[in-house]
């Protein structure tokens, strides 16, 4: 009878899955006795009430206000605003600096292609947390004292402190107009089909028009409101910088590591994209008499998006979850401020259940966003 | 005429030969136009501007010394790195043993030396693994044969690096086989828990996988089981690398024409026969060029288990530099560990390069 139900396909399909859910019940309910066995054993207390505990430690910088004052709870969203403000800043920069190392990589000149393939091959082998570490060992021992500070450019000072750059400092009304520009850019840009046609401009007067729409906007805002922004600059006093904005050993050597590691790949990235758009299409634009700017913006980028989209899409990931190495720096990013909480409390489970849970968001929500976008992209192609 | 003779009456339109390239003056490549011109200027610079980084590197660099404390005085330090050679080696191990080490990484590279070539390929090099990993982790413990023993927390260095690479990847590729099948399943169960492990573990940072490993894994376990530091961390390392090179092989999986199962399906051989003997061979055999990408990730994500405290080339790297007789040579250090793992990766890559020429070429034959 065994036999005849062995052979039955069926039965052995449910049996096998249903033996594979037993199978995993038991392993987590091990897993579980085992660690309520293990905490009373060292009488730690689970739960989220620590949370709402003054925390207690310093926290070095931050993009958030956070003082040692403050809640466990305040600790890990400043935690996490450094993380996601880290992440913003080093996919931007990268993505810039990949732009150009891509198009280098392109390029016919040979010193300059040589160049960037000998760049692309140096960082891409080796590890991130080597170029971390050697950025800061760099910034914290071949730097001078903060009294022979280097000063390459006015205003910018370069010294074991960390860098100090001009500050600008906006008041209330200088915000509103930062606020007003951008929104009246982005209305434009919104509605620049409708500006474009009302305007009959067709051609490539519609950038410019849109250029000096937007200027015209800036300067008229500038005039209102100019005397409220101020522009602070760093000098040294005593035995230290004041005014100016300071950044840290820590937060440098971490920005100059991440872009530099991530845009060898994403210069990798693009040029591929690039190169796997077939040279047919070039000569057809050309046959079919589109200008070559036209052929570029109109035939060539779209498809090269396509192509590059989806490992572009892995690449800012892979740099969120790199942000973690700051670590290694003292960089007080989320897993950092983790770490330090757990030594503090004790509260593994539930530290660390926070952590892989911020990132899980972080993951989920970047590749959501980046597949509404390709979506948006392959239509264009559907079209 | 014939029919197979197809010859246009017309006469055939003169071969045209294809245009010879020009090769252009080397002036007017780098001062041809505007563009190249800039270009030149710029990359020029760029390179002008690397000159102090490069006379610190190499010609006022030390290279010997007889003062420790003035070695950094105007360049690079290098003396420190031939002090410090075999430290950063080999860590902590005991001197008087570290010749077993060595032998260590003698038999990786004589290990990868003989899987390089595609035709030895097969199982009697898998059987060859196997014992050689046995052989170098008994060399490395001891207790037998004489030899004394060595706890792993006295391990480190470069064996440690390779060890921990080498054995992730071997320990992960079996889970990562059943990942790849089960995420192709058509059975829900295997196939969402496939899902599950593989999207989970992708979606977490390394650091966020070690800090599991090296602090809730001792909660997860019985009181009495102990696995030692080196040991969580390879097996953080291990799931790790298990679902990325899940992915790898769905890919190699998917790439295989239908026509194959339905084949077998019609010639009533069982399903998990199938799977072995026709799925399986063809699908790795495909991937192993990329699989080779994942080597370079694992070599690299190996120096990241210098944040939980495991004392591999990079730790030990940093902990010689703290030598108070020296003038903390962080950067020579990290310079000399960094050109290790380029040789490693580089050469990697370059494998990776001609075997897929070579594939190529056997594919379109």
């Given at each position: 009878m065994?036999?005849?139900?062995?052979?039955?396909?069926?039965?052995?399909?449910?049996?096998?899955?249903?033996?594979l859910?037993?199978?995993?019940?038991?392993?987590?309910?091990?897993?579980?006795?085992?660690?309520v066995?293990n905490l009373?054993?060292?009488?730690?207390?689970?739960?989220?009430?620590?949370?709402?505990?003054?925390?207690?430690?310093p926290?070095?910088?931050?993009v958030l206000?956070?003082?040692?004052?403050?809640?466990?709870?305040?600790?890990?969203?400043?935690?996490?605003?450094?993380?996601?403000?880290?992440?913003?800043?080093?996919?931007?920069?990268?993505?810039?600096?990949?732009?150009?190392?891509?198009?280098?990589?392109?390029?016919?000149?040979p010193?300059?292609?040589?160049?960037a393939?000998?760049?692309?091959?140096t960082?891409r082998?080796?590890?991130?947390i080597?170029?971390?570490?050697?950025?800061?060992?760099?910034?914290?021992?071949?730097?001078?004292?903060?009294?022979?500070?280097?000063?390459?450019?006015p205003?910018?000072?370069?010294?074991?402190?960390?860098?100090?750059?001009?500050?600008?400092?906006?008041?209330?009304?200088?915000?509103?107009?930062?606020?007003?520009?951008?929104?009246?850019l982005?209305?434009?840009?919104?509605?620049?089909?409708?500006?474009?046609?009302?305007?009959?401009?067709?051609?490539g007067?519609?950038?410019?028009l849109?250029?000096?729409?937007s200027?015209?906007?800036?300067?008229?805002?500038?005039a209102?409101?100019i005397?409220a922004?101020?522009?602070?600059?760093?000098?040294?006093?005593?035995?230290?910088?004041?005014?100016?904005?300071?950044l840290?050993?820590e937060?440098?050597?971490?920005?100059?590591?991440?872009?530099?590691?991530t845009?060898?790949?994403?210069?990798?990235?693009?040029?591929?994209?690039?190169?796997?758009?077939?040279?047919?299409?070039?000569?057809?634009?050309?046959?079919?008499?589109?200008s070559?700017?036209?052929t570029?913006?109109?035939?060539?980028?779209?498809?090269?998006?396509?192509?590059?989209?989806p490992?572009?899409?892995?690449?800012?990931?892979?740099?969120?979850?790199?942000?973690?190495?700051?670590?290694?720096?003292?960089?007080?990013?989320?897993?950092?401020?983790v770490?330090?909480v757990?030594?503090q409390?004790?509260q593994?489970?539930?530290?660390i259940?926070?952590?892989?849970?911020?990132f899980?968001?972080?993951?989920?929500?970047?590749?959501?966003?980046?597949n509404?976008?390709?979506?948006?992209?392959?239509l264009?192609?559907?079209? | 005429?014939?029919i197979?003779?197809?010859?246009?009456?017309?006469?055939?339109p003169?071969l045209?030969t294809?245009?010879?390239?020009?090769?252009?003056?080397?002036?007017?490549?780098?001062?041809?136009?505007?563009?190249?011109t800039?270009?030149t200027?710029?990359?020029?610079?760029?390179?002008?501007?690397?000159?102090?980084?490069?006379?610190?590197?190499v010609?006022?660099?030390?290279?010997?010394?007889?003062?420790?404390?003035?070695?950094r005085?105007?360049?690079?330090?290098?003396?420190f790195?031939?002090?410090?050679?075999r430290?950063?080696?080999?860590?902590?191990?005991?001197?008087?043993?570290?010749?077993?080490?060595?032998?260590?990484?003698?038999?990786?590279?004589?290990?990868?030396?003989?899987?390089?070539?595609?035709?030895?390929?097969?199982?009697?090099?898998?059987y060859?693994?196997v014992?050689a990993?046995?052989?170098?982790?008994?060399?490395?413990?001891?207790?037998?044969?004489g030899?004394?023993?060595?706890?792993?927390?006295?391990?480190?260095?470069?064996?440690?690096t390779?060890?921990?690479?080498?054995?992730?990847?071997?320990l992960?590729?079996?889970?990562?086989?059943?990942?790849?099948l089960?995420?192709?399943?058509?059975?829900?169960?295997?196939?969402?828990l496939?899902?599950?492990?593989?999207?989970?573990?992708?979606g977490?940072?390394?650091?966020?996988?070690?800090?599991?490993?090296?602090?809730?894994?001792?909660?997860?376990?019985p009181?009495?089981?102990?696995?030692?530091?080196?040991?969580?961390t390879l097996?953080?390392?291990?799931v790790?690398?298990?679902?990325y090179?899940?992915?790898?092989?769905?890919?190699?999986l998917?790439?295989?024409?239908?026509?194959?199962?339905?084949?077998?399906?019609?010639?009533?051989?069982?399903?998990w026969?199938?799977?072995?003997?026709?799925?399986?061979?063809?699908?790795?055999?495909?991937?192993?060029?990329?699989?080779?990408?994942?080597?370079?990730?694992?070599?690299?994500?190996?120096?990241?288990?210098?944040?939980?405290?495991?004392?591999?080339?990079?730790?030990?790297?940093?902990?010689?530099?703290?030598?108070?007789?020296?003038?903390?040579?962080?950067?020579?250090?990290?310079?000399f560990?960094?050109?290790?793992y380029?040789?490693?990766c580089?050469?990697i890559?370059?494998?990776?390069?001609?075997?897929e020429?070579?594939?190529?070429?056997?594919?379109?034959r």
């Amino acid at each position: 009878m065994i036999a005849a139900l062995w052979d039955n396909r069926r039965f052995r399909n449910w049996g096998g899955q249903l033996l594979l859910l037993g199978g995993l019940a038991a392993l987590l309910i091990w897993l579980v006795t085992n660690t309520v066995a293990n905490l009373d054993a060292r009488g730690i207390r689970v739960g989220f009430d620590f949370l709402s505990r003054p925390a207690n430690f310093p926290i070095s910088e931050s993009v958030l206000p956070y003082d040692p004052a403050d809640t466990f709870l305040w600790a890990y969203i400043t935690g996490v605003g450094n993380t996601v403000a880290i992440s913003i800043l080093a996919i931007a920069l990268s993505t810039a600096l990949g732009l150009i190392v891509g198009l280098a990589r392109r390029s016919q000149h040979p010193l300059t292609s040589g160049v960037a393939s000998v760049f692309v091959t140096t960082v891409r082998n080796m590890p991130l947390i080597v170029h971390l570490l050697f950025w800061y060992a760099l910034a914290t021992t071949a730097l001078p004292a903060p009294r022979e500070a280097l000063n390459p450019l006015p205003g910018v000072f370069l010294s074991l402190r960390g860098l100090y750059i001009p500050a600008l400092e906006l008041d209330a009304n200088a915000a509103a107009f930062v606020g007003c520009l951008l929104a009246s850019l982005a209305l434009l840009v919104a509605f620049r089909r409708k500006v474009v046609s009302y305007f009959r401009l067709e051609g490539g007067g519609a950038g410019l028009l849109l250029l000096a729409v937007s200027a015209a906007f800036a300067l008229f805002w500038a005039a209102l409101f100019i005397p409220a922004t101020s522009l602070s600059l760093p000098e040294y006093k005593g035995f230290n910088f004041s005014g100016g904005l300071r950044l840290s050993p820590e937060f440098a050597a971490l920005m100059v590591g991440l872009v530099i590691y991530t845009s060898a790949f994403i210069g990798e990235i693009i040029r591929g994209g690039i190169d796997a758009v077939p040279a047919g299409q070039w000569e057809a634009g050309r046959a079919i008499g589109l200008s070559e700017r036209h052929t570029l913006t109109h035939v060539i980028i779209p498809q090269a998006l396509r192509i590059i989209i989806p490992p572009m899409t892995s690449q800012y990931l892979s740099t969120v979850k790199n942000t973690t190495l700051a670590l290694a720096v003292g960089y007080p990013e989320l897993g950092l401020v983790v770490g330090t909480v757990i030594n503090q409390t004790g509260q593994a489970i539930e530290s660390i259940a926070l952590l892989l849970g911020t990132f899980l968001t972080i993951s989920l929500a970047v590749s959501l966003f980046m597949n509404w976008y390709n979506a948006r992209v392959a239509l264009v192609e559907a079209r | 005429m014939t029919i197979t003779d197809t010859t246009p009456i017309l006469g055939r339109p003169a071969l045209a030969t294809p245009p010879r390239r020009s090769r252009k003056p080397v002036v007017h490549v780098f001062f041809g136009d505007l563009a190249a011109t800039s270009l030149t200027v710029a990359t020029g610079f760029l390179l002008l501007s690397m000159i102090p980084a490069i006379n610190w590197a190499v010609f006022d660099a030390n290279w010997t010394t007889g003062d420790p404390a003035t070695c950094r005085e105007g360049g690079a330090c290098w003396a420190f790195i031939a002090a410090k050679f075999r430290f950063i080696i080999f860590g902590v191990y005991p001197p008087d043993q570290q010749w077993r080490p060595l032998v260590v990484m003698g038999l990786i590279i004589t290990m990868v030396l003989a899987s390089l070539s595609p035709r030895l390929w097969g199982r009697k090099l898998a059987y060859g693994w196997v014992a050689a990993i046995a052989a170098m982790l008994t060399l490395m413990w001891g207790g037998v044969l004489g030899m004394a023993l060595v706890p792993t927390s006295s391990w480190g260095g470069l064996p440690v690096t390779l060890l921990l690479a080498l054995l992730s990847l071997g320990l992960g590729f079996p889970f990562a086989v059943f990942l790849a099948l089960g995420r192709r399943s058509k059975l829900p169960v295997p196939r969402l828990l496939s899902i599950l492990t593989i999207e989970l573990v992708r979606g977490l940072p390394l650091v966020g996988l070690l800090f599991v490993a090296s602090i809730l894994l001792p909660l997860l376990l019985p009181a009495g089981w102990t696995i030692d530091k080196l040991g969580r961390t390879l097996a953080a390392l291990t799931v790790f690398a298990a679902a990325y090179l899940a992915e790898v092989i769905r890919g190699g999986l998917q790439g295989l024409p239908p026509g194959q199962v339905e084949a077998a399906k019609a010639l009533g051989i069982p399903g998990w026969k199938t799977v072995w003997h026709i799925v399986l061979p063809q699908a790795l055999q495909k991937v192993i060029p990329p699989l080779t990408n994942t080597a370079i990730v694992m070599v690299k994500n190996t120096s990241l288990v210098l944040i939980v405290g495991v004392f591999d080339m990079l730790s030990a790297s940093r902990v010689a530099a703290t030598d108070p007789l020296w003038p903390a040579p962080y950067v020579e250090s990290y310079v000399f560990v960094a050109a290790i793992y380029f040789v490693i990766c580089f050469g990697i890559s370059n494998y990776a390069r001609w075997l897929e020429s070579r594939v190529q070429a056997r594919t379109y034959r």
